[in-house]
């Protein structure tokens, strides 16, 4: 045995225990101590074999720190492989989540039972993988092969009695799980239960037809994947091939997926996000303020969808409006997002009324006296939120934190409008704020240690993922989105049409191209951001001209059914219109710029190299901890592909000398105004090195 795996003869069950803290991951020592303690179970007077784990969760996978690591023996498929044959049945208890090469080997076991707390699930593909030891053959035998595919192919866990009503599970528990699974193990000795080989299973053949359906859904959910298809094409191995040939097309297309950018994209992704909620020079055991009770200022559609978050967690909510017929239409708002919610089967309609009825509405800042916590949510106007927080610091409790939601003004002069600005920090939520995972969590200069602490536990508490900004215009999201935004503009007035720029960046993998966003938005956010600046400050004009027009013309985005494209009402699909190329022409016209034709690869170059630049300038200011919080900024906020990374991992992925070479360029041909090297890029470039070893000497 080893140190995370330990056996023993209890009765007539051989007890195999791994304890392998945090998640029971198969390290080498875990996979290591399963053989040698199998080995041993079936040498001994033991008439079963009971596979459990201490800790939170059976097994939860395969160790993805090993990943990219010479493989060390005992490989994953054999050892399942060695369960299955074992000499003696062999029975896997389930706990927590009990996923990829943990659900695996449970699947290689002869029978499965769990507490019904358990959920069980196969999420490699959310690593740019697949199963690779036999849960892409075992599952469609024990579940079927349409089951199997929406497992494996959403890598969602489903619980336990889903998972027993699809022959996943055989038994559930209750109470203490190891004693529930000894009974369980008694009973299938005493019954002289059979040793049942999920290999020897066959699989229910279905019609062609139902693949080729499933592959042309996974082309628009998956679109730009690879691992999908390659599920698609193992479970289409089980039904197709004897068991052996199946793991052998399954080993083939698992190494093929394993050694892929999109695989090492993902990867990074999944340690960027738990990384990003750790402050660089902070305890872990700072302490932290006891939030119960939240206050929401401003019930428009992000104060309404704030007040959700904090309500769904379980929180007190007092919601203030600065009429009662405002406040209705929040509360309005709050009504007609919970029934949606219930309608995507988020939750229940008793969990809709609990949620709704722990939010109070007030239009008297007296009530927001024994407010823990304060968010202001009201529109963009420094002067506004400055009036507000000078309000609150005269009615607020000592040591209630005050937030704000401000997408771009400046937080520490919000902060010097109060007595206390030690307890101010900036919370920026995401639109739809009771869906969009993602929150800049904004460090002003004087914002203390445990306000801040408090704000990035409290986060994880309302399901959001937090990234620590520093103070500047747009903090990291935004700040970068303006020079997309702006090359994007600039490729429309320079003779690429709206579709074209969008059909790009989409086919890219953007989940939504940059105008279609800009209609989504609201052309109007933009254009009275703009029309706050003094003339000069209003940026290059070619860049906000189209954009400036259509919202003159009344066309501000989806919200007007027009903007950049015409909007079905109901529908909300979107259709070009001539009326709007004729616009841009005369635009351009006016303007004096000579449109030409501008291929894909030079629209997606200029919007992505100009967030890669600009992500390394915040990264050089200390506006971002690590290039990693970028790469969860904009893959959690802004729809950029989970599978190329985030902006800084792509960076580095192309090679830090071509994003240079391509900047120079772009700089020449469009000025220093727009395309200035960042100084970290040319360093790491001399340097000969990448952000990703940058990142590991200087950003701990
Ligand atoms: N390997 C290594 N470390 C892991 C890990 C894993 N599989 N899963 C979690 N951790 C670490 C994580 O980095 C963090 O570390 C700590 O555990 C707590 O995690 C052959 C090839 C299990 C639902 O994809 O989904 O099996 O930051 O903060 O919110 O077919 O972790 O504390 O240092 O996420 O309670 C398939 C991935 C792998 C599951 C728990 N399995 N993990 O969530 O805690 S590929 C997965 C999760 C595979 C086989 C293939 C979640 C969780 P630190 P956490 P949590």
Redesign the pocket.
């Known amino acids: 045995m080893t140190s995370a795996v330990s056996y023993e003869l209890v009765d007539e069950i051989g007890v195999i225990t791994v304890d392998n803290p ?2 029971n ?2 390290s080498h020592a875990v996979r290591q101590g399963l053989h040698d303690a199998l080995r041993a179970a079936q040498q001994d007077a033991s008439k079963a074999i009971l596979i459990i784990c201490a800790g ?2 059976f097994i ?8 990219g690591k010479p493989p060390q023996e005992p490989h ?2 054999d050892l399942c492989s060695e369960i299955e044959n074992a000499s003696k049945p062999v029975v896997a208890a389930l706990h ?2 009990a ?4 659900f ?1 080997v449970a699947l290689s076991c002869h029978y499965r039972c769990a507490l019904a707390t358990a959920k069980v699930g ?3 593909v ?2 740019g ?5 036999g ?1 892409t053959q075992r599952t469609p035998r024990l579940a079927g092969v349409r089951a199997a595919l929406d497992l494996i192919t959403s890598g969602n ?1 489903i619980d336990a009695a889903k998972a027993a009503s699809l022959g996943l599970v055989d038994h559930l528990v209750e109470g203490d799980l190891r004693e529930a699974a000894m009974a369980w193990c008694g009973e299938l000795v005493a019954k002289n239960a059979p040793r049942r080989k999920t290999s020897e299973l066959r699989v229910e053949t279905i019609s062609d037809g139902v693949l080729a359906e499933y592959r042309s859904k996974l082309a628009k959910r998956a679109r730009g994947q690879i691992a999908p298809f390659k599920i698609v094409d193992c479970v289409e191995a089980a039904m197709t091939q004897p068991f052996p040939e199946g793991m052998a097309t399954e080993r083939k297309k ?1 190494i093929e997926c ?1 050694q892929s950018p999109q695989s090492a994209a993902m990867r990074h992704m ?2 960027a996000e ?2 990003s ?2 402050i660089r020079g902070l305890s872990k055991d700072t302490p932290q303020r006891d939030i119960g009770k939240v206050g929401v200022i401003g019930a428009g559609t992000m104060g309404s969808g704030i007040a959700m978050n904090f309500a769904n967690a379980g929180m007190d909510v007092v919601l203030l409006e600065v009429s009662d017929e405002a406040l209705s239409n929040g509360l309005q708002i709050i009504a007609r997002n919970y029934v949606g919610g219930i309608k995507r089967g988020k939750f229940t309609e008793a969990e809709a009324l609990e949620r709704r009825e722990r939010i109070a509405g007030t239009t008297e800042y007296s009530s927001l006296a024994d407010a823990d916590l304060v968010v202001e949510a009201v529109f963009e106007n420094l002067g506004l939120k400055q009036d507000i927080f000078a309000e609150l610091d005269g009615v607020c409790k000592k040591g209630a934190i005050l937030a704000t939601n401000t997408s771009y003004q400046d937080v520490n002069r919000i902060a010097a409008a109060t007595t206390r600005p030690e307890d101010v920090i900036g919370l920026h939520f995401f639109s739809p704020a009771h869906i969009m995972k993602l929150l800049e969590v904004v460090r002003a200069d004087k914002t203390a240690d445990d306000v801040l602490a408090t704000c990035m536990a409290l986060a994880k508490k309302i399901g959001k993922t937090p990234v620590v900004s520093g103070v500047c215009y747009g903090f990291i999201g935004n700040r970068m989105l303006s020079h997309y935004g702006r090359e994007a503009q600039l490729c429309v007035i320079e003779g690429a049409t709206p579709e074209a720029v969008d059909t790009a960046m989409e086919q890219w993998g953007m989940a939504m191209g940059p105008l279609a966003v800009f209609d989504l938005a609201g052309l109007d956010v933009g254009y009275k951001a703009r029309q706050g600046l003094p003339e000069d400050q209003r940026g290059d004009p070619r860049a906000s001209r189209v954009a400036d027009t259509l919202v003159e013309m009344g066309r501000c985005g989806q919200k007007t059914s027009a903007g950049f494209y015409r909007y079905d009402a109901d529908t909300r699909k979107r259709t070009s219109d001539p009326e709007v190329q004729a616009l841009i022409e005369r635009e351009a016209e006016a303007l004096g710029v000579k449109r030409r034709d501008i291929d894909s690869s030079e629209i997606v170059d200029r919007l992505i190299f100009a967030l890669v630049n600009e992500g390394m300038k915040i990264i050089d200011e200390g506006i971002a901890q690590r290039p990693g919080d970028i790469d969860v900024v904009y893959v959690y906020g802004y729809g950029f592909p989970a599978f190329r990374g985030g902006p800084m991992h792509y960076g580095d992925a192309v090679g830090l000398d071509q994003v240079l070479a391509r900047v120079n360029e772009f700089r020449q041909r469009f000025g220093a105004d727009n395309w200035s090297p960042a100084p970290l890029l040319e360093k790491l470039v001399a340097d000969g090195t990448n952000l990703t070893d940058w990142a590991k000497a200087n950003c701990s």
């Open positions: 945090p998640v991951a198969l939170r969760t939860a996978g395969a160790d993805i720190t090993e990943f994953l498929p927590g989540t996923l990829g090469g943990g695996e196969l999420p490699e959310k690593l993988l697949l199963p690779g030891a849960g866990p698992f394993m999944f340690f738990r990384k909620a750790r």
